[in-house]
């Protein structure tokens, strides 16, 4: 199979990670979680006591970050200064803080060039914010997958309870409309449709009818 990267962009909760997971499945290529990544970077942030909007406090880290990304049994592991942190990135304080620490320039610098690597030396599906628009500018394949905001919520509240989080709906809405706003805002490379990006509102398909109009976009193509 030839060399291939997917970009996979859109807002938070609008299933682009279980997509992408699935994509990488059917076509037997990598799945890199970017979301992971900053997660990752946010955890070390609060390790050290720092203010994940504080970008000179960030920067002294970020250069140094002993941050791997692996696959062990056919899940994606993140690993932190030799630990794994896999569980730790998903609990909900982390969330916002990743939101805020990935608006920093010199976290997306670092975190691009690895993505960057990653993706020019094997075929792969990334997902994030600005992957087609930014990190991979030139990939073949772009979607830029959304969602109604009430919709995405009702989602995150679900993935949250099966963890033994109980978080509230309102509360929690506030926070993904939040980092709507922080994503789409931010000075240095925000969340964005690329032009060259087809568009999927996922608030009314499942996964599989999701799936089925991608692979049917790349097969034409």
Do not use: W
Request: hydrophobic share 40%; proline share 2%.
């Amino acid at each position: 199979m030839k060399h291939m990267n997917i970009a996979l962009d859109g807002p938070s909760g609008s299933g682009k990670s279980t997509i992408a997971k699935e994509l990488s499945k059917k076509l037997d290529i990598l799945y890199l979680d970017t979301g992971a990544m900053y997660r990752a970077v946010a955890c070390k942030a609060i390790s050290l006591g720092i203010d994940t909007l504080d970008e000179k406090g960030v920067s002294s880290f970020i250069d140094d970050i002993d941050l791997k990304i692996e696959y062990l049994g056919g899940t994606q592991h993140a690993f932190l200064d030799g630990k794994d942190v896999s569980s730790r990135i998903r609990e909900p304080e982390v969330s916002m803080a990743a939101s805020n620490i990935s608006s920093l320039k010199c976290v997306r610098l670092k975190m691009v060039a690895m993505q960057r690597d990653i993706a020019k030396s094997m075929s792969c599906v990334l997902d994030g914010r600005d992957i087609g628009s930014f990190v991979l500018p030139d990939a073949e394949y772009k979607f830029y997958i959304t969602a109604d905001a009430k919709v995405r919520t009702l989602r995150r509240q679900k993935e949250l309870k099966e963890k033994g989080f109980d978080v509230d709906f309102d509360q929690l809405l506030r926070e993904i409309e939040q980092r709507d706003y922080n994503d789409k805002h931010r000075d240095f490379a925000p969340l964005v449709q690329a032009k060259d990006a087809v568009l999927i509102d996922t608030s009314e398909m499942t996964v599989e009818q999701v799936i089925d109009k991608i692979l049917s976009f790349i097969e034409r193509k």
